[in-house]
């Protein structure tokens, strides 16, 4: 039985493939005459980006001192103190030490005291924004042809143009 199935199933494949070959020898082209042509319109959102772009009031704070200058001269001044302070070799290194970072602090503490510059400018800021519109697109085409006598009405992607070539396929009806 089994192999009775299997050549059923082979006979099917071969006939399939004999009737596809046969109608494949069976085509021939020609040419239909275009009637109307209606363009397929559709209303699409679009988004056009635009920079905009204007002119803002800046200020600019400076300070007349070196900030990291003041710290550094203050903890080595600092340290120095600290190490003369010291009577032993212990004593001088931690001296030293607690001298550097108070001097670093007061240092820059003096030099955030300094006199600010206050200068004022302009700077361009810009940034993009998004329009958005609406517009029309062609999306296929509507196409009326005559072959034979006989109106036909088929979709298209692209326009046809005065005539519209034609698939044509004999195929016997069993």
Same mark, same amino acid.
């Given at each position: 039985?089994?192999?009775? #199935?299997?050549?059923?199933?082979? !006979? ?8 596809? !070959?046969? !109608? ?12 109307? =042509? ?26 007349? #001192?070196? &900030?990291?200058?003041? =710290? ?5 001044? +600092?340290? !120095?103190? #600290? ?11 931690? #001296?030293?030490?607690? +001298?550097?970072?108070?001097?670093? =602090? ?29 517009? &029309?697109?062609?999306? +296929? ?8 006598? &006989?109106?036909?009405?088929?979709? =298209? &992607?692209?326009?046809? +143009? ?13």
């Amino acid at each position: 039985m089994k192999s009775t #199935g299997m050549c059923s199933v082979v !006979a099917s494949a071969l006939l399939s493939i004999s009737v596809s !070959a046969y !109608a494949e020898s069976n085509v021939s082209y020609d040419y239909g005459t275009v009637v109307e =042509t209606i363009p397929i319109v559709k209303n699409i959102r679009v988004s056009t980006p635009r920079e905009e772009c204007w002119d803002e009031d800046v200020r600019y704070e400076q300070r007349k #001192g070196n &900030e990291g200058l003041s =710290t550094v001269l203050g903890a080595v001044i +600092g340290g !120095a103190l #600290g190490n003369a302070v010291g009577h032993h070799k212990k004593n001088k290194q931690v #001296g030293a030490m607690v +001298g550097a970072v108070l001097g670093g =602090t007061i240092g820059r503490s003096i030099a955030r005291g300094q006199p600010r510059t206050i200068r004022t400018g302009t700077e361009e800021v810009c940034r993009v924004i998004n329009e958005y519109s609406e517009e &029309e697109r062609i999306v +296929g085409y509507r196409v009326r042809y005559r072959y034979n006598d &006989e109106t036909y009405t088929i979709r =298209t &992607e692209v326009h046809p +143009g005065d005539t519209i070539k034609l698939r044509l396929a004999v195929t016997p009806v069993i």
